[in-house]
């Protein structure tokens, strides 16, 4: 059974930490790429954070550049989010999400899910 498991959301005040963790269980998981998405509420989903497979390639949508933090432990099947100098617009629902690509023809883009882990950030 596929499982993507995010924990590590909480309240904080402007200017702090969080550190969310997103552990992946019936699937292979140093084969898929991560990504964090986040939710606000009336918002689209939107991409944060992305790490390869191997972790060697990270990139980052411009609001979080330089204040989140994208890692992953394939011994652990775990990846995570090191969010710093939190800001009240970080507010929201984080979503995880692990994909790869199947080299059939066509190809087949699989993507798992997490539940969320609510992030609220107070000024």
């Known amino acids: 059974q596929v499982q993507l498991v995010e924990s590590g959301g909480g309240s904080v005040q402007a200017g702090g930490s969080l550190r969310l963790s997103c552990t992946g269980s019936g699937f292979t998981f140093g084969t898929y790429a991560v990504n964090w998405y986040r939710q606000a509420p009336g918002k689209e989903r939107w991409l944060v954070a992305f790490?390869?497979?191997?972790?060697?390639?990270?990139n980052y949508d411009d609001s979080v550049k330089g204040r989140f933090t994208i890692s992953r432990d394939n011994a652990k099947n775990t990846a995570y989010l090191q969010m710093n100098s939190l800001k009240p617009e970080d507010t929201a629902l984080y979503y995880c999400?692990?994909?790869?690509?199947?080299?059939?023809?066509?190809?087949?883009?699989?993507?798992?899910w997490g539940q969320g882990t609510q992030v609220t950030v107070s000024s």
């Open positions: 790490i390869s497979a191997d972790g060697g390639i990270t």
């Open positions: 999400n692990a994909q790869t690509i199947l080299l059939t023809d066509p190809l087949e883009y699989v993507n798992y």
